[in-house]
C-alpha cells in the first residue's frame, strides 16, 4: 500500500494498492483532474480504457481524457468539438484577412506602366 492515495482512490474513498492504475496518471496533489474524469467516463471505464492501453501510451490517455472531460464540464453540448469549430472559424478569418492583405499589396506595387496600359488612348 502506498504511504499517500492517488486522487482516484481518495475520490472513490478506497485503499490504493501498490499496483493502482490510477496512481502515476492521477496524483493526490491534482484530485480535480479525476474529479472531471471521474463525473464525465467514470471510474471503471477510464480504468478499462488505461488497463487495455500499452504503459508507453498511458499517460497521453490520461491527459487526453482529462482535456476532454474539461472541455465537456466546460461544454456539455459540444465539449471539445465546440473548441476545433472555434479554431476552424478563426482560421478562416486569419486566412480572408490574408488573402485581402495580399492583393491589396499587390494592388500598391504594380508598376504604373501595366496600370496606363489598361486604359483606352
Known amino acids: ?3 499517500s492515495r492517488c486522487a482516484a482512490c481518495k475520490h472513490l474513498r478506497r485503499r490504493c494498492p501498490s499496483d493502482c492504475i490510477f496512481a502515476p496518471y492521477f496524483p493526490s496533489n491534482n484530485p480535480r483532474r479525476f474529479a472531471y474524469v471521474h463525473k464525465i467516463f467514470g471510474a ?3 480504468g478499462k480504457i488505461l488497463q487495455d492501453l500499452p504503459v508507453s501510451y498511458r ?6 481524457l482529462c ?4 472541455c465537456r464540464i466546460k461544454d456539455p453540448v459540444y465539449g471539445c468539438a465546440g473548441i476545433v469549430d472555434q ?3 478563426q482560421l478562416k478569418v486569419a486566412e480572408y484577412q490574408l488573402a485581402t492583405i495580399k492583393a491589396a499589396i499587390t494592388t500598391t ?3 504604373s506602366y501595366l496600370l496606363d496600359q489598361s486604359l483606352p488612348m
Open 1 to 3: 500500500m502506498n504511504s
Open 44 to 46: 471503471s471505464n477510464v
Open 59 to 64: 499517460g497521453e490517455a490520461a491527459n487526453t
Open 67 to 70: 482535456y476532454e472531460a474539461y
Open 87 to 89: 479554431l476552424n472559424e
Open 109 to 111: 506595387l504594380q508598376p
